[in-house]
């Protein structure tokens, strides 16, 4: 489409200097401002700031170039293709300008991906592990603490009984020893 605006720009071109002769010093001089005047305003694209080029017209140029004797109407016609093939240039620019910056937004974030696959990921799972193997270790001190302490507590109550046994056995051997008869109910039983 572009190629064959471009062709046809071409064409009327060479038609118009056919017609008219060479008019492009004659054009420079009649032009003070440009006609055709770009202007760039941003829109947010997904958080990418894409450049938006719009086209502005300045009415107040002046057009006229040549009469009809001249070739004017060809010279017409070559302004209005080439016109039209800068609308689509500005377009074309645009475009152009929104893929390199969004290419450019995916590339950093492909990076900022690939940093969290390849190292933040990573790290953290190492993190995550380090502590459930501490937390595991954690948990294998307590228990060996509780069957200790368990094991305190039943060799204590072992020794309380068999000081209780003792003092029974000497009690049971002065009562005899003094012709009484020790109680048939043993401490032990209660």
Known sequence: AVGAQFREASISL???????????????????????????????????MLPVFEERDDESVGTDLAGMARGGESVHRCRVA?????????????????F?????????????????????????EGTISYIISELDELEREEFFRLKKVQGEKKAAQER??????????????????????????????R
Not at 100 to 124: C, M, Q, S, Y
Request: glycine share 6%; net charge negative.
């Open 160 to 189: 309380e009984m068999e000081e209780l046994r003792k003092q029974f056995t000497d009690v049971e051997a002065a009562m005899l020893q003094r012709g009484e008869a020790p109680e048939s109910v043993s401490i032990l039983s």
């Open 82 to 98: 080439y016109s039209r093939l800068l609308e689509r240039l500005i377009e074309l620019a645009g475009l152009q300008t929104s």
């Open 14 to 48: 060479a038609e118009a200097r056919f017609q008219a002769g060479d008019f492009g010093g004659s054009l420079a001089e009649s032009v003070e401002n440009a006609s055709v005047k770009v202007r760039v305003r941003a829109d947010n694209v997904a958080g990418v």
């Open 100 to 124: 390199v910056t969004l290419d450019n937004a995916i590339k950093v974030t492909n990076r900022r991906v690939n940093a969290l696959e390849k190292v933040v990921v990573p790290r953290i």
